[in-house]
């Protein structure tokens, strides 16, 4: 009696372990597929987050530059404003 009752008792324990294992198969092949998703998508960001950052350093270099073109502008105004100072200076001298 004792071996008919152990015979569908081992069964269930295999067909248990079964399940058991194709259930992990399962959520290991979909974490799989997730971790590659996820993978292509951190590769998509690092792509975008370097472009951001080439495109900052060129917004900087640009506006370093036309800080140095207004600097130059103001130079390049205050010696036209010295000039015409001078030519009006020479010319009331001259008229007097």
Do not use: C, H, W
Request: proline share 2%; glycine share 6%.
């Amino acid at each position: 009696m004792t071996g008919k009752g152990k015979g569908p008792r081992e069964a269930a324990p295999e067909a248990s372990l079964e399940s058991v294992f194709e259930a992990l198969e399962k959520r290991v092949e979909n974490l799989a597929g997730r971790l590659k998703d996820l993978a292509a998508e951190n590769q998509k960001l690092k792509t975008a987050l370097e472009r951001e950052r080439s495109s900052g350093a060129a917004k900087a270099e640009t506006a370093e530059r036309l800080a140095r073109y207004e600097a130059e502008r103001r130079d390049v105004r205050t010696r036209i404003e010295r000039l015409v100072r001078s030519l009006e200076e020479a010319e009331g001298a001259s008229t007097a």
